[in-house]
């Protein structure tokens, strides 16, 4: 199995933050190579408790964008793939599990996970109307590729994710998008 860091910025993810380690840490009980890192702007006695808790480390970056923040925590990981939650919405453990299989696969760069990516007309839309930007998906990609694309823009905050997709879209990437409605559903995990 390859190595997976998620990455969470507590920015990005706000009240969830302990929804969506408890759904990764459900889904990543069983692969022996994950890491957890948060990334946050300032240090809250709380973020010490989940680091415990979920086995996760924390790093508070003050006055960073957000771009900046998820290039250190990549850097500062040796994994394969890195795992970014790009929205505040929690995904369901089924996607998580669903989606470890397609990262021991060599045919497939990134993997989106949550709702159905937009087409190419509303990714144009986005990019020319700010007013249109919804949230990304998470994004699995591997290491290689976020080299390429150079990480996240260390200027950008909130667009740093629209930025990165778009980049993510415009190189030949084999991208697979994984929804609610293609993964396989367990009775009692949610």
Same mark, same amino acid.
């Given at each position: ?10 920015? =990005? ?14 889904? +990543? @009980? !069983?692969?022996?190579?994950? #890491? ?23 790093? #508070?970056?003050?006055?960073? @964008? &957000?771009? +900046? ?15 970014? +939650? ?21 045919? =497939? !760069?990134?993997? +989106? ?8 007309? @509303?990714? &144009?839309? *986005? ?12 994004? @699995? =990609? ?14 950008? !905050? ?7 997709? *778009? ?24």
């Amino acid at each position: 199995m390859k190595s997976v860091c998620f990455i969470i910025d507590t920015s =990005v993810t706000g009240a969830q933050l302990p929804r969506h380690l408890r759904n990764i840490h459900l889904a +990543a @009980a !069983d692969h022996p190579a994950f #890491t957890l890192q948060i990334t946050s702007l300032l240090r809250d006695p709380r973020l010490t408790l989940m680091e415990q808790r979920f086995a996760a480390h924390c790093t #508070t970056l003050p006055g960073t @964008a &957000l771009g +900046a923040r998820l290039n250190h925590a990549a850097a500062t990981s040796q994994a394969e793939w890195l795992v970014f +939650a790009l929205h505040a919405t929690a995904l369901p453990v089924t996607l998580w599990v669903a989606m470890f299989p397609m990262l021991d696969s060599y045919a =497939v !760069d990134a993997v +989106a996970l949550g709702p159905s990516e937009p087409t190419f007309p @509303a990714r &144009l839309l *986005q990019r020319f109307l700010a007013s249109a930007l919804q949230s990304p998906p998470y994004i @699995a =990609v591997r290491r290689t590729w976020l080299e390429r694309l150079g990480g996240f823009d260390p200027d950008l !905050d909130r667009s740093a994710l629209h930025d990165f997709m *778009q980049r993510l879209h415009a190189c030949p990437t084999r991208i697979h998008t994984l929804t609610n409605d293609n993964a396989t559903t367990s009775p009692g995990v949610a």
